[in-house]
C-alpha cells in the first residue's frame, strides 16, 4: 500500500468509527460527514441532524409559507396559530417550531388536519408541504361538494398561456384552502375529453350562478410558475390572493366564459381581454350544446 493509500485508509477508518458511534448514540439521529482527503487538514466534521430538528425546520417552513405576501402588520405568528389549533398554551407550538420538544403523531395530524398540510411532508420531508389530493375527473363532480361544504369562497383559477390550463380552488378562511387537483385546459387544444369537461365547466358556473353561489365566485389569472407552484402544493393558497389577486381584484373571465352568445355589453372586448383560447373554447360550448339538442331531438323523434 503506497503513503497516499494508508493516509485515505486511516482518515475512511476513523469516520466509519465516528458514524458508527453516532448512531448507536441515538437511532433517530441523521449523520452528515464532511470529507476531505488531504492528510495535512484536520481531520472530517460530522454534524448531527435529530428528528426534531427536521421538523422543526418543517414547522419553520410552513409559517414562512403561509406568511408570504402577507403584510408586517397581517402574519400569522405562533400565538393566532396557538389559537386557531385550540392549544392550552402558546409554549407547546413554540417548543415544536424552535426544535425543543418533539411533537406527537396526533400533533402532527392534528396541525395538517387544521391548515390542509401534507402529513408525508411534514412528517417525513416526503412530496410538497401543501400537496393534498381533492380530484374529480370533471368539474361538474366538485357541485354537490360546493353546496354541501358551503365555502366562503370559490375561486377559478387560470394560468396566463396558450391552452389557459384552470383548475378551481374552495377557500374556507385565512388559513384553509382546499386546490382541486385536476387541470381543465380552457381552448381547441383538446380531444373528445377535454370538450366535454370544458362544457361541464361552463355548467358548474351556470349551476353555482343558479344556487345563489354568484357571489362567492372569483377569478385570478396567475403566470405559470405562480400557478404551478400552487396547483402542485409547493407554495401556500392564500398567498396568491395576497399577491396578485389584491392588486388586481376578481379577475371577471369566469362570468365572461358563460356568456357564450355575446350578450354581455363588454363581449366586444373578449378576445383582447382573454384571449383566443377563450373564444374557441366558447364555440367548443356552443357545439357541444348544439350536439345535446340534436341528440335530444332525435330521441324525442324516435320515441
Request: glycine share 4%; charged share 20%; net charge negative.
Amino acid at each position: 500500500m503506497t503513503p497516499p493509500d494508508f493516509g485515505l485508509s486511516i482518515i475512511a477508518s476513523w469516520i466509519a468509527n465516528k458514524i458508527d458511534k453516532s448512531l448507536k448514540k441515538s437511532d433517530q439521529e441523521y449523520v452528515t460527514v464532511t470529507q476531505n482527503t488531504s492528510p495535512n487538514i484536520n481531520p472530517p466534521i460530522v454534524e448531527i441532524e435529530t428528528e426534531s430538528m427536521l421538523l422543526a425546520q418543517r414547522f419553520q417552513q410552513i409559517i414562512i409559507l403561509m406568511n408570504e405576501n402577507r403584510s408586517e402588520y397581517n402574519k400569522f405568528t405562533i400565538a393566532n396559530l396557538s389559537e386557531i389549533l385550540n392549544l392550552e398554551k402558546r409554549s407547546i407550538l413554540d417548543n415544536i417550531v424552535t426544535g425543543r420538544i418533539e411533537p406527537t403523531f396526533d400533533f402532527i395530524k392534528q396541525f395538517c388536519h387544521t391548515f390542509r398540510i401534507n402529513y408525508h411532508w411534514l412528517n417525513e420531508g416526503k412530496g410538497h408541504p401543501f400537496e393534498v389530493s381533492y380530484l374529480y375527473y370533471s368539474p361538474m363532480n366538485y357541485l354537490n361538494d360546493i353546496i354541501k361544504l358551503n365555502p366562503e369562497r370559490i375561486y377559478f383559477i387560470q394560468n396566463q398561456s396558450d391552452i389557459a390550463e384552470t383548475f378551481i380552488m374552495l377557500g374556507f378562511s385565512d388559513w384553509y384552502y382546499m386546490v382541486c387537483t385536476k387541470i381543465w385546459h380552457i381552448s381547441n387544444h383538446v380531444g373528445a375529453g377535454g370538450r366535454s369537461q370544458i362544457y361541464d365547466l361552463y355548467r358548474l358556473v351556470k349551476e353555482l350562478k343558479s344556487n345563489m353561489f354568484y357571489l362567492k365566485c372569483y377569478g385570478l389569472k396567475l403566470e405559470s410558475k405562480e400557478f404551478f407552484a400552487i396547483f402542485y402544493g409547493k407554495k401556500f393558497p392564500g398567498s396568491c390572493l395576497i399577491g396578485d389577486m389584491g392588486v388586481q381584484g376578481n379577475h371577471p373571465w369566469w362570468d365572461d366564459f358563460t356568456d357564450i352568445y355575446h350578450t354581455f355589453p363588454i363581449a366586444d372586448d373578449y378576445l383582447r381581454i382573454h384571449g383566443k383560447s377563450f373564444i374557441d373554447a366558447q364555440e367548443i360550448i356552443k357545439q357541444e350544446l348544439n350536439r345535446k339538442e340534436n341528440s335530444n331531438l332525435a330521441l324525442h323523434n324516435k320515441d
